[in-house]
């Protein structure tokens, strides 16, 4: 469903990127890439207020004409980017909050693997595995 | 000579070997032949064929020096350091396996195979069975293997084929071997016609064999042994020394073998002293990276073992990730999916039991046979076995592990020079290290076979044990802790001055003292109230002990007390008390300076009355002694620092105090 899932760091560069190789795929890194202005404002928004109650699911980021760009934080300040087609209607909040927790939850599994520096590329294949259940609808 | 059914060391080549009858008769014969003498041709304690008969034998089979050595590597003769029935078994119809083109694997001498000739053999040659099998007209040269038998046929020389006389091997005892030689000869001029005389000579002789069989013990032996030896060839060629039950997995790299899986769990408690708790994530990166597999790669194995995903490692969850890395080590590519024997649920290792399934086997087919025959025999055949992961799996020895088992492995130098041909480089060094540690034979099972796996983790369990014994007393509390709790002598008088010596010891070294003896007066007021009274027995009760003066004065003790008290003299000031009751330690700090260190005791001294003096008693203070003094020094020093703390605090509280002074007439105003 997704047409472009990015994981980026903290520090604003990407530790996992990764779209359907059939479209532009720099296209969609650049799309990421300005998203997280929009990313930092959502943040600096709501940063304000202690972060327990800041909401890890930003939503909406921005939509284009062809896709929407979703995004989500981690209390780690560790972004979730993830684009999706707008043809695809179907595609309700709680289904892109559910992919987020998927995302979220392979994340951490990741960062549990001691092999695993934080600030790597994320190169795991269970990771991958799981975006790729993610991106494979959308065919 | 029987060859015990039993004593078919399971080395063959872990397959079913069909052997005819014809093929068992030529071979127990054959094997008969080149085995030791016994008094009746019988068969040595352990049956087995001398190095140099079978040699010989060998060479009798006109194969080149090369294919020799092949076939003894393969069947496994190398790995026990000796021809076995089973491996001789195996030997000869590889031997015939070549004679015959095919090529020198284990699998060729799964089909049918005519019978191994032997040339030039100077034994008798006994053209016994032409076999029915065999028409090719081979030539056989089997001895007669037991003694009986052979007085039996040589009753029966009328027949022109008869067999050879002596009873065992040609070698060991050459009677009739003139007739022999001549015969030998003669076998080879038969050729076709030979095997066809033979045929209806193979099959009366046969005919009188059987009768000759029901005569006789021994012959009845030898039937029995037949159908034994038979039994036997099936039983250890079936399956190897892996627990035989367990075995026949097919081709499962992913199963884990009972050996392994001990020395997983040593590992593990080398890790981790616990076996029902985790090892943390930092822990087990220190140690998988020492396998120097590229980072990416542990990262991976991490992720199939660590199946709940909580950054540590269960017992199943780290035999699982170590099992991956020894298979990755032996070549094995990872898997992208946890094969399902290597779950947790599936490893879960209720009480440890060792999991049968486990067995890496004739799974790898040939290969794993010869990798099994060489893990098992401690000697490595990877010349003929490519990347045989089950050959070095056990033994992938993390340099920590390496280095602690190498100093045991002292004995079987020759095995070292026997695993330097390993062919496989990278397996070479994890496999020459490891080999090390297979190299105490002491420790092999009563299954002669043992794998050296089982070696290995008998080493390493050996080096686990003290190592976990000794990882649990790092800290210094634990070690005072220990100070305290070992010395319970025996008998503790509470309150009473019976152990009057120990007493004095105590008071001197100012260690552990025991309940303080009734008679033990409150010391004078520069000491603060000591705990003693009621609490210990425990060592580390530490007392005022300035008494070193007083001590000699007691002693009846022995003079090592008595050094004991002299070295204890100078730092008898600080009064010490049992660390965890440490505000009387501050108090004692307090007073510490003030009180005169020598002072009270000297009235206590005399207090302790009867003073023990049985040795054991004396033993059991002295390793009290000992402990104390480990943990008086640690509450000296802690004394130290606190003191400094206490003098610094009261610094603070002066300046604070005259600050608040100076200021409140301020406010006030």
């Known amino acids: 469903m997704a047409v472009c899932v990015a994981v980026i760091a903290k520090e604003n560069y990407p530790l996992y990127i990764r779209s359907i190789p059939t479209e532009n795929e720099l296209k969609f890194h650049y799309t990421v890439h300005t998203s997280l202005d929009v990313v930092d404002e959502k943040i600096s928004a709501m940063g304000k207020a202690l972060v327990d109650q800041r909401e890890l699911y930003l939503g909406l980021l921005y939509p284009t004409e062809d896709y929407k760009v979703y995004g989500y934080v981690t209390n780690s300040k560790v972004k979730f980017v993830m684009v999706v087609d707008s043809s695809n209607t179907a595609l309700r909040d709680n289904e892109i909050r559910s992919m987020f927790r998927k995302l979220h939850n392979s994340y951490t599994d990741v960062m549990c693997n001691p092999f695993y520096n934080p600030g790597d590329c994320i190169h795991s294949r269970a990771f991958d595995n799981m975006v790729t259940s993610m991106m494979m609808q959308v065919c | 000579m029987e060859q015990g059914p039993g004593g078919a060391a399971a080395g063959g080549a872990g397959l079913l070997l069909p052997l005819s009858d014809t093929e068992q008769q030529r071979y127990s014969e054959l094997f008969s032949l080149c085995c030791s003498p016994a008094p009746e041709g019988g068969s040595a304690p352990a049956p087995a064929a001398g190095g140099s008969k079978v040699g010989d034998l060998f060479r009798a089979s006109q194969l080149p020096a090369d294919t020799l050595h092949q076939i003894t590597e393969l069947c496994g003769a190398k790995r026990v350091g000796y021809f076995g029935p089973a491996q001789f078994y195996v030997a000869l119809k590889l031997i015939a396996a ?43 040269q089997i001895p007669h293997p037991i003694l009986e038998k052979n007085s039996f046929r040589r009753s029966d020389e009328g027949d022109k084929k008869e067999t050879k006389s002596p009873p065992m091997s040609p070698m060991c005892s050459p009677p009739a071997s003139p007739s022999n030689y001549q015969r030998i000869p003669l076998s080879y001029g038969y050729g076709k016609s030979r095997s066809k005389l033979e045929q209806p000579h193979g099959v009366s002789y046969e005919a009188r064999h059987s009768t000759h069989q029901q005569d006789g013990p021994a012959t009845g032996n030898y039937g029995s042994k037949s159908a034994l030896v038979h039994s036997s060839l099936s039983r250890f060629l079936s399956v190897e020394s892996e627990p035989q039950d367990s075995s026949n997995y097919p081709d499962d790299p992913w199963r884990i073998t009972e050996e392994q899986r001990e020395y997983y769990i040593n590992q593990f408690k080398s890790l981790q002293p616990d076996l029902n708790s985790l090892i943390s994530g930092s822990v087990a990166k220190n140690f998988f990276t020492k396998s120097k597999l590229p980072i990416p790669e542990l990262s991976h194995v991490w992720e199939l073992s660590d199946v709940d995903c909580d950054g540590a490692l269960t017992l199943p969850e780290f035999c699982a990730a170590f099992h991956l890395i020894v298979a990755r080590k032996n070549g094995y590519p990872l898997p992208d999916m946890l094969p399902e024997t290597l779950l947790p649920d599936y490893l879960q290792p209720a009480s440890l039991k060792p999991k049968r399934d486990c067995a890496l086997l004739d799974s790898y087919s040939e290969s794993l046979s010869v990798s099994q025959q060489t893990r098992d025999f401690n000697r490595t055949e990877l010349e003929t076995v490519c990347e045989d992961p089950t050959n070095s799996e056990p033994l992938i020895l993390f340099d920590v592990a390496t280095s602690i088992v190498e100093p045991t492995s002292v004995e079987e130098m020759p095995d070292k020079s026997a695993l330097t041909q390993d062919a496989n480089s990278d397996d070479n060094q994890a496999l020459n290290i490891s080999t090390t540690t297979k190299t105490i034979p002491k420790d092999f099972k009563p299954s002669q076979h043992l794998s050296v796996k089982t070696v290995v983790q008998e080493s390493n369990t050996l080096k686990a044990r003290p190592r976990s014994r000794s990882y649990s007393s790092t800290s210094i509390e634990e070690a005072m802790k220990k100070g305290e709790e070992p010395p319970m002598p025996p008998p503790r008088p509470q309150k009473s001055h019976s152990r009057a010596s120990s007493l004095d010891l105590n008071k001197i070294f100012q260690q552990n003292t025991q309940a303080v003896k009734s008679g033990w007066l409150p010391p004078p007021p520069a000491l603060p109230p000591r705990p003693f009274v009621s609490q210990t027995e425990q060592v580390s009760e530490i007392e005022l002990h300035p008494q070193m003066n007083r001590a000699p004065s007691q002693t009846e003790e022995s003079s090592p007390m008595r050094k004991e008290i002299l070295l204890t003299q100078p730092p008898s000031k600080p009064i010490r008390r049992k660390f965890r009751s440490e505000n009387q330690m501050l108090e004692n700090q307090e007073l510490t300076p003030t009180s005169s260190v020598t002072s009270s005791l000297p009235a206590v001294k005399p207090h302790l009355p009867a003073q023990k003096q049985s040795s054991k008693q004396k033993r059991a203070i002295q390793t009290a002694i000992r402990k104390n003094k480990e943990a008086n020094a640690v509450l000296a020093r802690l004394n130290s620092e606190l003191q400094q703390q206490l003098k610094e605090v009261h610094k603070e509280r002066i300046a604070l105090e005259t600050q608040l002074e100076q200021l409140r007439p301020v406010t006030v105003l």
């Open chain 2, 98 to 140: 070549a004679q015959s083109g095919l090529p020198v694997r284990i699998e060729s001498i799964k089909s049918e195979l005519p019978l191994p000739r032997f040339m030039a053999l100077k034994n008798d040659i006994e053209m016994r069975y032409g076999n029915a099998a065999e028409i090719l007209g081979v030539k056989f």
